[in-house]
């Protein structure tokens, strides 16, 4: 499959999803900070590490890994324009990554399975 093959089927599955609930973590690779802020009186937990992702991906735009969890972390949240955005900035800059792959097929998936409901 082709890279342009790729992220049509990326954007493609995106855009046939509503909901997605819940991610998987990918912390491996991240700065501490990053994966793992602390918890205190300001924002939420997931709230306070997409902050620190964003501020991460400010100084480093291609860290995939990064990319990933802030797509996790959204969709988490019930962002999901925002979670589909970074997993296609993520397979733009990996298009074989099968974490991203498997993660825009598992949104996909909720969406049709709520679709049903």
Not at 19 to 45: E, M, N
Not at 61 to 69: F, G, I, M, Q, S
């Amino acid at each position: 499959m082709s890279r342009n093959d790729t992220l049509a089927l990326l954007l493609a599955s995106a855009a046939a999803c509503s909901v997605f609930v819940g991610a998987g973590t990918w912390i491996a690779g991240l700065p501490r900070d990053v994966a793992r802020p602390t918890a205190g009186s300001g924002p939420s937990l997931p709230d306070a590490q997409i902050e620190n992702l964003l501020v991460h991906l400010q100084k480093d735009p291609r860290d995939v890994e990064a990319l990933k969890r802030l797509g996790a972390l959204y969709a988490e949240t019930g962002q999901l324009k925002e979670a589909v955005s970074a997993y296609v900035s993520a397979s733009i800059e990996n298009p074989g990554d099968a974490e991203t792959k498997r993660a825009v097929m598992e949104l996909q998936a909720r969406a049709q399975q709520k679709g049903k409901h």
